[in-house]
């Protein structure tokens, strides 16, 4: 028949072929293409067959006619228009409470022609809109949210059939959580970042990425190794939103290294505009504030995303007050996510990123911020070094500080005193001036828990001389556990002095003052004081006692907490215990807990 052609498509309800016919009159390959696809899916939906069945019949059959990609196939496997899925996928981003995204039909149909290959996000809304994995569209999984999109599909799209009371194929699919919990339960929560399962008959392997090219369509522009890394990065924090058990593995602490380095990277190198510098500062501030309530590792995430916004920013040339901005921001977060990693309890990437930070710092040439990063990062050998090198960084950066009243005016003379007392060696001496001496003098034994009495009496002078600094503290800097210095801090840290000079009366009071002022859900520094109190208790020859308050510490402590920092103190007071008052069963049930945790 003149203007019409037959082919024969394989039938997916059994193996008998099935003729159709279709106009092919002047509409051109797009149209033809779309007519086929259209036949293909009204017999596959007579036959009562699923979305993905459809979908991977038309990529078969229209593949090699027209080069039609999985991508596409999905969509006229719906029988929408790209102005539908367009809608779908900037809607589901207003519903998140986000601006709509530059998301367009134009990119979509390169998407669909494989000219360019969606970025992770978009890739994982297009999974959302298609109820597909992305592999099913051609691309390498798993998607972003390290779920599975079938999940949350009709039934038709894994067991083959349309169940009744099942929407109509091409109706919008149920919002599936964008790496949140399955509000289904845990029953149906898939495992995050599970392994690709093999292609399903019809679509094309994936081909490996150093080849540069798709199965289908032509050259795709690789992911940079930022783009990469930040992929990781999100997953790891959308796997933490989503409380999925498991360790974070080795390839997230890579990408936190090899985003410090490209920050370095582009340091030595540096348009913004005044609005993005704004954002940046304020959600800097914003991390600060999120410092003590918010688990480390994901606290982590969110600082490292934002550094690569700014790494990104100082790769390009800047004018010079954007730079110096950008410089003050790099700054920051550096030593925030120094921060972050004694906590997290590795020092070396703690150290790196202190490094780092001061690079930074030194490029804007401000003192107190330098000052800043100085004395945070003298906090690494002052948990994990050495003690005499924690003093000695302190002093240097007290020095940095100049005159005029900074955090690190407070915070130095504190770690050299807390250095001072873990230097400090026991001997029959009185206690000497100043606080320190006060107050050893009230708890009536200083002549017994006394240490050297020049250790005693330069911890002394440096924690009058800090809270003599406090008061001078601007308002805003008093409030800020982070970039700032609190008196719940001094407070807590200056029982941690006393203990190790062996005070613990004095102590236990100063953290007691501490933990009055620490809000509910500031867990790291409330679960620090209280094993400060639990070695008050140990000097206080009250080992049982000491224990169970460091049990009950770990045990009220959420598990995204419990790691690092916390568990080096609680695992240091049992090995205290026990070389104190021998190994007794109270001390091996606590090591038993602490294992089992």
């Known amino acids: 028949?003149?203007?019409?052609?037959?082919?024969?498509v394989t039938s997916l309800a059994d193996s008998r072929p099935v003729v159709l016919t279709e106009a092919g009159g002047g509409g051109g390959g797009a149209r033809q293409e779309v007519s086929m696809a259209r036949a293909i899916r009204a017999q596959c939906l007579a036959s009562g067959r699923g979305t993905g069945d459809i979908a991977r019949a038309i990529h078969?059959?229209?593949g090699p006619a027209f080069g039609t990609t999985p991508v596409r196939a999905h969509r006229l496997a719906l029988g929408i228009a790209l102005a539908d899925v367009v809608a779908q996928v900037r809607a589901r981003y207003v519903s998140e409470g986000r601006p709509p995204p530059r998301f367009s039909e134009t990119l979509l149909s390169s998407y669909e022609s494989g000219q360019k290959r969606p970025g992770p996000e978009y890739l994982h809304y297009l999974c959302w809109v298609y109820q597909a994995e992305a592999e099913d569209l051609g691309y390498e999984g798993p998607c972003l949210c390290g779920q599975r999109h079938h999940c949350f599909q009709h039934g038709s799209f894994q067991n083959g059939g349309l169940r009744h009371g099942d929407p109509p194929i091409?109706?919008?699919?149920?919002?599936?959580p964008t790496g949140l919990a399955d509000p289904a339960g845990p029953a149906r929560r898939p495992q995050a970042l599970a392994r690709p399962r093999p292609a399903p008959p019809g679509v094309l392997p994936a081909a490996p990425r150093r080849a540069g090219l798709r199965a289908v369509g032509g050259p795709l522009a690789e992911p940079s190794p930022g783009e990469v890394d930040d992929d990781v990065i999100r997953r790891t924090s959308l796997r933490l939103m989503a409380a999925v058990a498991g360790p974070v593995d080795s390839r997230f602490f890579g990408a936190v290294e090899r985003v410090r380095r490209?920050?370095?990277?582009?340091?030595?190198?540096?348009?913004?505009?005044v609005g993005m510098l704004d954002h940046w500062e304020a959600m800097a501030s914003e991390h600060g504030r999120r410092y003590m309530t918010v688990p480390p590792l994901e606290l982590l995430c969110d600082v490292l995303l934002d550094l690569g916004d700014v790494r990104r920013m100082c790769e390009q040339r800047q004018p010079l007050d954007f730079a110096d901005r950008l410089c003050r921001l790099a700054a920051r977060l550096s030593g925030l996510a120094g921060l972050i990693m004694i906590d997290a309890g590795d020092q070396r990437?703690?150290?790196?990123?202190?490094?780092?930070?001061r690079t930074a710092a030194d490029e804007t040439g401000d003192r107190r911020l330098r000052a800043w990063v100085a004395v945070r990062g003298s906090l690494v050998p002052l948990y994990y070094g050495d003690p005499a090198q924690a003093a000695a960084a302190a002093r240097a950066s007290a020095g940095l500080a100049g005159q005029r009243p900074c955090v690190a005016s407070v915070m130095a003379p504190v770690v050299e005193a807390r250095a001072l007392a873990r230097l400090g060696r026991p001997a029959r001496?009185?206690?000497?001036?100043?606080?320190?001496?006060?107050a050893s003098a009230g708890s009536g034994r200083a002549g017994t828990y006394a240490v050297s009495r020049e250790a005693l009496r330069r911890a002394s002078a440096a924690l009058d001389r800090a809270h003599d600094a406090l008061g001078a503290l601007p308002d805003d800097e008093r409030r800020c556990t982070a970039f700032g210095y609190t008196e719940r801090q001094l407070l807590f840290h200056q029982g941690d002095a006393l203990?190790?000079?062996?005070?613990?009366?004095a102590a236990d009071d100063a953290f007691g003052q501490a933990i009055r002022l620490y809000s509910a859900d500031e867990f790291l520094d409330r679960s620090l004081v209280s094993l400060g109190q639990a070695r008050c208790r140990l000097a206080a020859s009250e080992p049982e006692e000491a224990l169970r308050l460091s049990r009950e510490t770990l045990l009220r402590l959420p598990s995204q907490h419990r790691h690092g920092l916390v568990l080096r103190a609680a695992r240091a007071l049992g090995e205290a215990v026990a070389a104190k008052h021998?190994?007794?069963?109270?001390?091996?049930?606590?090591?038993e807990a602490l294992l089992t945790g």
């Open 429 to 438: 001496a009185s206690a000497g001036p100043g606080r320190l001496a006060r």
């Open 170 to 176: 091409g109706s919008p699919p149920p919002a599936p």
């Open 1 to 8: 028949m003149a203007g019409q052609r037959a082919r024969a």
């Open 60 to 62: 078969q059959q229209c």
């Open 262 to 273: 490209r920050l370095d990277d582009a340091l030595a190198g540096a348009t913004a505009s």
């Open 499 to 505: 203990v190790d000079l062996g005070d613990h009366r």
């Open 582 to 591: 021998g190994d007794f069963p109270a001390v091996r049930d606590y090591r």
């Open 349 to 357: 990437l703690a150290r790196s990123f202190f490094a780092t930070a």
